[in-house]
């Protein structure tokens, strides 16, 4: 399992910007393929952003265009920029990782709010 830390949550007005952080405690971190997830109010946890070892990156339609994941593996770090915000992307945000043929990690952080204001 891996221990993830997630940071860089807070209150933004919509249409603003944010950038969240999530350090992972594995030593083969450059090996897993990374996601951001997040959880609105009373409904399930969702993809938002992946990224595999090899840097190719994945998006959920809600926000394609708007959010960018990236990755340093010196720094065993992913990072979720997030531009033009919107009231709907408020929630809990977490981190995970997973092998590139295995499932997400049962093991969540205590993740980051993100509010944006209308």
């Known amino acids: 399992q891996v221990e993830l830390v997630e940071s860089g949550g807070g209150l933004v007005q919509s249409g603003g910007s944010l950038s969240l952080s999530c350090a992972a405690s594995?030593?083969?971190?450059?090996?897993?393929?990374m996601g951001w997830f997040r959880q609105h109010s009373g409904k399930e946890r969702e993809l938002v952003a992946s990224?595999?070892?090899?840097?190719?990156?994945n998006y959920g339609d809600a926000v394609k265009g708007r959010f960018t994941i990236s990755r340093d593996d010196a720094k065993n770090m992913v990072y979720l920029q997030m531009t033009s915000l919107k009231p709907e992307d408020t929630a809990v945000y977490y981190c995970?990782?997973?092998?590139?043929?295995?499932?997400?990690?049962?093991?969540w952080g205590q993740g980051t709010m993100v509010t944006v204001s209308a």
């Open positions: 995970n990782a997973r092998s590139v043929y295995g499932d997400w990690g049962r093991l």
């Open positions: 990224i595999t070892p090899g840097t190719s990156t």
């Open positions: 594995r030593t083969d971190f450059n090996l897993l393929v």
